[in-house]
C-alpha cells in the first residue's frame, strides 16, 4: 500500500514562493510518475505538474515558466518550486502517484496567494 503526504503550504503575497513535498510510502520506482494537482474553490483539479524518471516533466500551462518539479528518488519525495506566485494560483494542492495504474492521493495542502 502506498500512502503520500504532502506539506509547505501556507499564505504568500502575490510575487512570492513556496516549496512544497510530497513524501511517499510504500515501494515508489523511479518508472512511476509522481506529480502535483491543485483544485481552486469552484473549480475542477487540474494538473500543475508531473514527473517520472527518463522522461521531461510536465506542466500545466498556467504554471509554466513559474514552477518547477522535481523528485528525489531515494526518498520517494517530489516537490515543487513555486515562484512568480499569482493569486489564481490559490488551491488545494494534492500530491498524486501512480504506481502501475493504480493512483495513489494526499489528503492535499492549502496553498494561499493574497496581499
Same mark, same amino acid.
Given at each position: ?8 503550504? &501556507? ?11 510530497? +513524501?511517499?510510502?510504500?515501494?515508489? /520506482?523511479?518508472?512511476?510518475?509522481? &506529480?502535483w ?11 500543475? +505538474? ?16 513559474? /514552477? ?5 528518488? +531515494? ?6 518550486q ?11 494542492y @494534492? ?8 493512483? @495513489? ?11
Amino acid at each position: 500500500q502506498v500512502q503520500v503526504a504532502e506539506s509547505g503550504g &501556507g499564505l504568500v503575497q502575490p510575487g512570492g514562493s513556496l516549496r512544497l513535498s510530497c +513524501a511517499a510510502s510504500g515501494s515508489i /520506482f523511479s518508472d512511476n510518475t509522481m &506529480g502535483w494537482y491543485r483544485q481552486a474553490p469552484g473549480k475542477e483539479r487540474e494538473l500543475v +505538474a508531473r514527473i517520472r524518471s527518463g522522461r521531461d516533466p510536465d506542466y500545466g500551462d498556467s504554471v509554466m515558466g513559474r /514552477f518547477t518539479i522535481s523528485r528525489d528518488n +531515494a526518498k520517494q519525495t517530489v516537490y515543487l518550486q513555486m515562484n512568480s506566485l499569482k493569486p489564481e494560483d490559490t488551491g488545494v494542492y @494534492y500530491c498524486h502517484v501512480r504506481r502501475y495504474g493504480t493512483d @495513489y492521493w494526499g489528503k492535499g495542502t492549502l496553498v494561499t496567494v493574497s496581499s
